[in-house]
């Protein structure tokens, strides 16, 4: 696997280093002991999937607080997705700051999204499915969200939202500063 800092904290783009024959080819999606060796949590608690019928569908923007805070592996099985990342570290020096990255199933990357950050993507494509690995599992009482439009976050997204859920819709703004 390749590590590539985002330059958002602890936030990491993972590329596989795929090995290829006449059949295609076969590549790590991970490993605890290359994560850990690189700083970032080992991720064995929970896999989820995503199914996305429509472009312009939005799911985030998400995130748990302690005592079950937790860091996520996102990648693109299936069709596109721009995912979006929001620090959430009190006291951090990139707080409120986002990054951003078109995943699809064509580039095999995959966005390591470190505890407390706020994580939620675009679909870009019909059918697109996106996988997670998560440090731990979900726990609906450390459930937290922001809202996707939020103007203290100033995230851009690339089509008109056409589906997004009821919660994700009425997350609260953050206060003004």
């Known amino acids: 696997m390749i590590f590539t ?9 993972v590329d596989i280093d ?28 929970q896999c989820s999937l995503s199914f996305n019928h ?5 799911r985030g923007m998400h995130y748990q607080v302690a005592p079950v805070t937790e860091a996520k592996l996102v990648r693109c099985s299936a069709g596109a997705v721009l995912d979006q990342v ?4 009190p006291g951090s020096p990139t707080y409120l700051r986002s990054f951003a990255v078109e995943l699809t199933a064509d580039n095999h990357t995959a966005l390591y999204v470190p505890a407390m950050f ?11 499915e996106v996988l997670y690995q998560m440090s731990e599992a979900q726990r609906q009482g450390s459930a937290r969200g922001l809202r996707y439009d939020d103007p203290a976050l100033d995230l851009s997204w690339p089509l008109p939202v056409t589906v997004i859920s009821d919660a994700d819709r009425s997350w609260a703004l953050l206060p003004d500063p």
């Open 54 to 58: 429509r472009a312009g569908t939005l």
């Open 118 to 128: 706020a994580h939620g993507f675009q679909v870009l494509a019909d059918r697109t």
């Open 86 to 89: 929001v620090d959430l570290q």
């Open 5 to 13: 800092p985002a330059g958002l904290g602890a936030v990491t783009l």
């Open 18 to 45: 795929p090995r290829e024959d006449e059949r295609g080819f076969f590549a790590r999606t991970y490993c605890r002991e290359e994560f850990t060796g690189a700083g970032l949590a080992a991720l064995g608690e």
